[in-house]
Nanobody, 123 residues
Framework: QVQLVESGGGLVQAGGSLSLSCVVS????????IGWFRQAPGKTREFVAG???????YYADSLKSRFAISRDNALNTVYLQMNSLKPEDTAVYYC?????????????????WGQGTQVTVSS
């Protein structure tokens, strides 16, 4: 069974940065894309960034200038670096794994999810 644990969330002022981590347990890490999603109160879960098993990164168009995703297969960890944060980035951030797609980018593409980490950006 795959388990995902996110960390690194917190409170930051607008313009600041945060780095999120997602540790994935299980043998499937290197064979699956990993995605980051976020969900703000009252809104649907939206795609933020993903990274394929070959370490190709892909992003939501509106975020690619400020966010960067990377993975360390030796540590079973995926990182999301978030810069120039805005109040509208406030949300619970989730990582997801286990997809048959090369560059999965919708929630239904992934089978396993973490519990999420809260990111709050103050104005």
């Amino acid at each position: 069974q795959v388990q995902l644990v996110e960390s690194g969330g917190g409170l930051v002022q607008a313009g600041g940065s945060l780095s999120l981590s997602c540790v994935v347990s299980g043998r499937t890490f290197s064979s699956t894309p990993i995605g980051w999603f976020r969900q703000a109160p009252g809104k649907t879960r939206e795609f933020v960034a993903g990274i394929s098993r070959s370490e190709s990164a892909y992003y939501a168009d509106s975020l690619k200038s400020r966010f960067a995703i990377s993975r360390d297969n030796a540590l079973n960890t995926v990182y999301l670096q978030m810069n120039s944060l805005k109040p509208e980035d406030t949300a619970v951030y989730y990582c997801a794994a286990e997809s048959a797609l090369w560059a999965a980018r919708t929630p239904s593409d992934f089978r396993s999810w973490g519990q999420g980490t809260q990111v709050t950006v103050s104005s």
